[in-house]
T-cell receptor, first 116, second 116 residues
Framework: SQQGEEDPQALSIQEGENATMNCSYK?????LQWYRQNSGRGLVHLIL?????REKHSGRLRVTLDTSKKSSSLLITASRAADTASYFC????????????????FGQGTILTVHP | DTGVSQNPRHKITKRGQNVTFRCDPI?????LYWYRQTLGQGPEFLTY????????KSRLLSDRFSAERPKGSFSTLEIQRTEQGDSAMYLC??????????????FGQGTRLTVV
């Protein structure tokens, strides 16, 4: 079953605009990760944010995490046509003792289209 | 090449045949994961290994599916008596896990299976 739910399912913007994608999840986590997937290809890791972090930056990417709301957002600033891809959040769920379940659980993704 | 390698990239098989996929993880990574992805969906967890030990299998993994990771290096995923519903992209990922939580996972390009 999918734990993460991305919103929106699809996003279409013009080059230069910012793109924001949201992810909600259901259980306690150790970390949350965002991945990108170009059509028909494997997934590329973008950023990992731990449960004790609230915000993280990497280049044009900004990720926030709100564990009280069990939600995360991915912001891509100054988007480019090359950013066109599907974006997935994935959670590393936490056991009662604090250890990880060991697997990443993915949402269904947001399809981002950036028009030149 | 230091990435995750999957072979073959594409496989077309007749219903009822057996197929085997191979994954070579990043050499120092102790965890190896198998996921399945169908069109428009996020990756669904199938199974994962910590070194050579298979630690978890999804309920999605029927008796026709078996995975091995001998010697804790490469892994194989075998599907026996394939069905049309097995048509999907099969993704392998590896990560370096230590302590309580996981680090980021690195994915291969996937094996696309088509059952006709």
């Amino acid at each position: 079953s999918q734990q993460g739910e991305e919103d929106p399912q699809a996003l279409s913007i013009q080059e230069g605009e910012n793109a924001t994608m949201n992810c909600s999840y259901k259980t306690s986590i150790n970390n949350l990760q965002w991945y990108r997937q170009n059509s028909g290809r494997g997934l590329v890791h973008l950023i990992l944010i731990r449960s004790n972090e609230r915000e993280k930056h990497s280049g044009r990417l900004r990720v926030t995490l709100d564990t009280s709301k069990k939600s995360s957002s991915l912001l891509i600033t100054a988007s480019r046509a090359a950013d066109t891809a599907s974006y997935f959040c994935a959670t590393d769920a936490r056991r009662a003792g604090g250890t990880s379940y060991g697997k990443l659980t993915f949402g269904q993704g947001t399809i981002l289209t950036v028009h030149p | 090449d230091t990435g995750v390698s999957q072979n073959p990239r594409h496989k077309i098989t007749k219903r009822g045949q057996n197929v085997t996929f191979r994954c070579d993880p990043i050499s120092e990574h102790n965890r190896l994961y198998w996921y399945r992805q169908t069109l428009g969906q996020g990756p669904e967890f199938l199974t994962y290994f910590q070194n050579e030990a298979q630690l978890e299998k999804s309920r999605l993994l029927s008796d026709r599916f078996s995975a091995e990771r001998p010697k804790g290096s490469f892994s194989t995923l075998e599907i026996q008596r394939t069905e049309q519903g097995d048509s999907a992209m099969y993704l392998c990922a590896s990560s370096l896990s230590g302590g309580l939580t996981n680090t980021e996972a690195f994915f291969g390009q996937g094996t696309r299976l088509t059952v006709v």
